[in-house]
């Protein structure tokens, strides 16, 4: 068994005792250079030397710990690994104490989570009248159901039923594979600028992002935060490039970085680009600067 990369091993081998069901006898590491392995373990060398080295060994299993830092040679291990048709198990995990995190990790993921609680409570206590004035109205305009319910991959891929309202025709799904080829948007997402399901309510529910505001039962939830990277269903998921799973490490968000500095952007990388950034910069205080942001854009109705 191997072990490629340096995030939260304690969780992987019980650092030098061994857990999780693995010894750390036996096991190889792959590491960034410089890194000091705990007793017991072979260091087998740098990122870079990975290929060459599956090449020449006998290895049966590996698990993949990236350093949020290295996240973007995913693709390369993945296919190092791939090449020489060896399992692989990925564990993106960067926060909370089960991956051996910091505490002051730990701590911002509570503050983040209170801060969640707190604003989507008042979120839906706030705008409790203009949902229901909403629903009445895709009630009376575009019938039944009025709220949209969607499989999206949350943190780590775990499924969650997303909730927004209707903003579009009953028959959208059943359309969505044959319109993929005109999207807006090069890559994984689908996203098109004048999309032809979209009711003409559906027009100006999504301009100033109302229909998103039913996303706050997912926050309080626990299944989404207030910010961080946009859930995607999973037919997006399956187009990923394997570098952008890296996105899927924390809980999605309503609102996130890539939406205020680059909504119209047309390539999906730089999207991801932007979510990784905030995932590496992640603080209260930048949830909190987003969040600010936000609103401004969302009263000058400048959503999708």
């Given at each position: 068994m191997v072990v490629i990369g340096s995030s939260g091993l304690s969780d992987v081998v019980g650092g030098e005792g061994g857990g999780a069901g693995f010894p750390s006898e036996g096991i190889g590491l792959f590491a960034p250079l410089g890194y000091s392995p705990a007793r017991g373990w072979r260091y087998l060398g740098g990122l870079d030397r990975l290929g060459d080295?599956?090449?020449?060994?006998?290895?049966?299993?590996?698990?993949?710990?990236?350093?949020?830092?290295?996240?973007?040679?995913?693709?390369?291990?993945?296919?190092?690994?791939?090449?020489?048709?060896?399992?692989?198990?990925?564990?993106?995990?960067?926060?909370?104490?089960?991956?051996?995190?910091?505490?002051?990790?730990?701590?911002?993921?509570?503050?983040?989570?209170?801060?969640?609680?707190?604003?989507?409570?008042?979120?839906?206590?706030?705008?409790?009248?203009?949902?229901?004035?909403?629903?009445?109205?895709?009630?009376?305009?575009?019938?039944?159901?009025?709220?949209?319910?969607?499989?999206?991959?949350?943190?780590?891929?775990?499924?969650?039923?997303?909730?927004?309202?209707?903003?579009?025709?009953?028959?959208?799904?059943?359309?969505?594979?044959?319109?993929?080829?005109?999207?807006?948007?090069?890559?994984?997402?689908?996203?098109?600028?004048?999309?032809?399901?979209?009711?003409?309510?559906?027009?100006?529910?999504?301009?100033?992002?109302?229909?998103?505001?039913?996303?706050l039962w997912n926050v309080l939830k626990g299944e989404m935060s207030l910010v961080g990277p946009r859930p995607h269903p999973y037919d997006d998921v399956a187009r990923y490039k394997p570098w952008h799973l890296a996105r899927l490490a924390v809980k999605p968000g309503i609102t996130g970085l890539w939406q205020l500095e680059m909504r119209n952007e047309p390539e999906f990388d730089r999207w991801v680009e932007k979510d990784l950034e905030y995932i590496r910069r992640r603080s209260i205080g930048l949830d909190l600067s987003i969040l600010l942001r936000t609103l401004p854009a969302v009263l000058r109705g400048s959503g999708r």
């Open positions: 080295v599956l090449q020449t060994s006998d290895i049966k299993e590996a698990v993949i710990r990236l350093d949020v830092h290295d996240w973007t040679k995913l693709e390369a291990v993945i296919c190092a690994c791939a090449d020489q048709e060896l399992p692989v198990s990925i564990s993106l995990d960067i926060g909370g104490e089960e991956t051996g995190a910091p505490r002051s990790v730990s701590w911002n993921a509570l503050v983040k989570r209170v801060v969640d609680v707190v604003g989507a409570g008042a979120g839906l206590l706030i705008a409790a009248p203009l949902l229901a004035v909403v629903a009445l109205h895709i009630l009376v305009t575009d019938g039944r159901p009025v709220t949209f319910r969607q499989w999206r991959a949350g943190r780590n891929g775990r499924p969650f039923c997303i909730l927004k309202f209707r903003t579009m025709h009953q028959d959208a799904d059943a359309l969505r594979a044959k319109l993929r080829v005109r999207s807006a948007v090069s890559g994984a997402a689908f996203k098109m600028e004048r999309d032809p399901r979209v009711t003409r309510l559906g027009q100006w529910l999504r301009r100033t992002s109302i229909d998103e505001l039913p996303q």
